[in-house]
């Protein structure tokens, strides 16, 4: 095979140069025809699948203490990392709906007040020991359990939970509830890995830290500074999960103490991305090429809640005044630069549906009218607020506003554990611009309930209405859809036509992901953590196989 190579160069070299020149030219062409040919067949009987492997490394903001469901308060990093280790009997699938997770089916009562839950063969926690009914009733218990201090105690009062057989439990309510089923997207916790330790220590067991779930990711180890602070928390697929294997085998979360050193750790490549994304920054990252800028629509409402003991607001052409002279939809283009929507009402319209879009009325004109009838002088007010970057835009954008029809406006802004603990549990304020979480299949009750005008209640308007109350009540126990439907729409009705708030808008979630992350496509949720509902069809890498 030398020989006669070797007796064709010769040959080829004794060529006139132009001969050699296209015999050459000719070769590339059949070579490069050859390798195309390839890729198309490669192409037309082979399809890309992802592939497991790889790892993800995660920017987060805040500190961990309790990386445990029946503890966790209004921690995101930590409720990150809760949906990611643990499940819910229910959950959310991420396109609006509930769907079983280690529940199998469940059976409700015709009045209601008691759900037959029926769990799944077969589960496991990540130390192998089989899930059963007992830890579900020991997560409810213990949340039940006063000494325990859980911050989801209000939710369970008066729910009795009884095991009816080794993968059935039943839970039975004093009234009918109807949004019970969102109760059940709750995490549970494993009775064997916590039943030893006393209530007077459950706050401070390493098992916080160091936890065991049934989920799609296992704790595999953290890493702390000096101090005892954790800056890092790596989390492993999962290889014995009964729904599907994760494909990215390793999510490591960095932690930090405030936005700009996770924005600084991503420009550094500390990390792949990060969480959330401030609406100030979307300009700047939307034209980084090796980012992806996701989003979330939650179930929420920013307004200003005005404070009905104050005699100010108790007068209803105030609040129409300062209603109308917020032009919305600049504040959503110019100020919120597109990333929300606005509202006249507390329910957003992507969720149950176009009857809840409520048109809002902007003119200066008709404002300054209202207000020239009143006494000038008694409308001034201060405006209470977290300190957060975006709130306090919003807070200056509105105060602009309110100027322009000659009301004065003076700012507090407190940081946030402040602000709830001195501000808003004495409602010690003359209007607050705050935000509420209301879920996917809402229940008004405790934010807009006479009965909800104190703490805990969270009724922040202190608003009273008979007519509404009634709305109120029944919307929370009829299982007649239609009807559930109309009572939803009369009490946004009625809180929009007497600005029991001034809503002003419903912003996106918005967090950062690396573009080689593929399979993403969660678009509603309950919370910012149900980001991860579908980390199972995440992929950072691929293969071909055969059609």
Known sequence: ???????????????????????????????????????????????????????????????????????????????DLIELIYNGLYAID?????????????????????????LKENVFWHDGVPFTADDVVFTIETIQNPNIKSPLRLNWGGIVVEKLGSNVVRFNLKNTYQPFLQNLTLKIIPKHFWENI?????????????????????????????????????????????????????LIFYLYDNYDLAKNGLLKKEIDGFFPLVIEDIDFFANKKNLQINSLTLPRYYAVFLNFNNPLFSQKPVREALDLSIPR?????????????????????????DEFDLETEYSLEKAKEIISQLDQDLINFTLSL??????????????????????????????????EKEIIQTRSYDALLFGAIIGQNPDLFS?????????????????????LDKFLETARKTFNEKKRLEDLINIQKILNED???????????????????????????NMPSEKFTDIENWYLRTKRVLK
């Open 1 to 79: 095979m030398k020989n006669i190579f070797n007796s064709f160069f010769k040959k080829w070299l004794k060529l006139p140069l132009k001969e050699r020149f296209l015999s050459f030219l000719f070769l590339f062409i059949f070579i490069v025809g050859l390798v195309l040919l390839g890729f198309n067949l490669i192409s037309r009987f082979t399809v890309l699948e992802p592939r497991e492997g790889g790892t993800l490394h995660l920017g987060t903001i805040g500190r961990l203490s309790y990386i445990n469901p029946v503890l966790s308060r209004s921690n995101d990093s930590e409720k």
């Open 94 to 118: 991420g396109q609006g709906s509930f769907v079983p997770d280690l529940a199998e089916k469940i059976e409700i009562s015709e009045d209601g007040t008691s759900y037959i839950v029926f």
């Open 198 to 250: 006393e209530a007077n220590n459950f706050l401070t067991a390493e098992n916080n830290l160091k936890p065991i779930g049934t989920g799609s990711y296992l704790f595999s180890g953290l890493e702390k500074t000096k101090e005892g602070r954790i800056i890092s928390y790596s989390l492993a697929a999962n290889d014995n999960y009964f729904e599907k294997k994760p494909y990215i085998s390793k």
């Open 329 to 353: 939809e600049e504040l959503v283009t110019e100020i919120l630069k597109e990333q929300a929507f606005s509202l006249g009402g507390p329910i957003s319209t992507g969720f149950l549906g």
């Open 386 to 419: 977290p300190d957060n970057k975006e709130l306090i835009r919003i807070a200056n954008y509105l105060v602009n506003c309110w100027e322009k029809i000659g009301v004065s406006v003076e700012l507090q802004i407190l940081p946030l554990a402040t602000l």
């Open 447 to 467: 934010f807009w309930h006479s009965s909800q005008t104190t703490d805990p209640g969270l009724n922040h308007s202190l608003y009273q209405n008979n007519e």
């Open 499 to 525: 600005k029991s708030a001034l809503f002003l808008y419903n912003p996106f979630y918005l967090y950062l992901l690396p573009q080689k992350v593929q399979g993403n496509n969660i678009q509603y949720a």
